[in-house]
C-alpha cells in the first residue's frame, strides 16, 4: 500500500510532487510520485532482487 503524503521530490521524473517512500534491502531509500510508481516499485524490487542474489553469491563462495 503506497500512500502519497509527504511533499518531496520524486528521484525518478525529479519533479517535486507528494511521493510515496520505497526501501532498498541495504538500507537506502528513494521517493517516488504516483505517476512513476509501477516504474519505481519495478525498479527497487529488480534492485533488491539484484542485491539478494550477490549476498547468496558472496556467502556461497568459500
Ligand atoms: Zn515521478
Redesign the pocket.
Request: aromatic share 12%; hydrophobic share 10%; proline share 0%.
Given at each position: 500500500m503506497y500512500v502519497f503524503t509527504k511533499e518531496g521530490i520524486?528521484d525518478?521524473?525529479h519533479?517535486p510532487?507528494y511521493v510515496t517512500k520505497h526501501e532498498y534491502i541495504d538500507g537506502k531509500c528513494h521517493h517516488?510520485?504516483e505517476?512513476?510508481l509501477s516504474f519505481a516499485v519495478m525498479d527497487v524490487r529488480q534492485f533488491n532482487l539484484a542485491e539478494i542474489e550477490l549476498r547468496n553469491k558472496m556467502t556461497a563462495q568459500p
Open positions: 520524486c525518478w521524473c519533479t510532487s517516488s510520485c505517476k512513476c
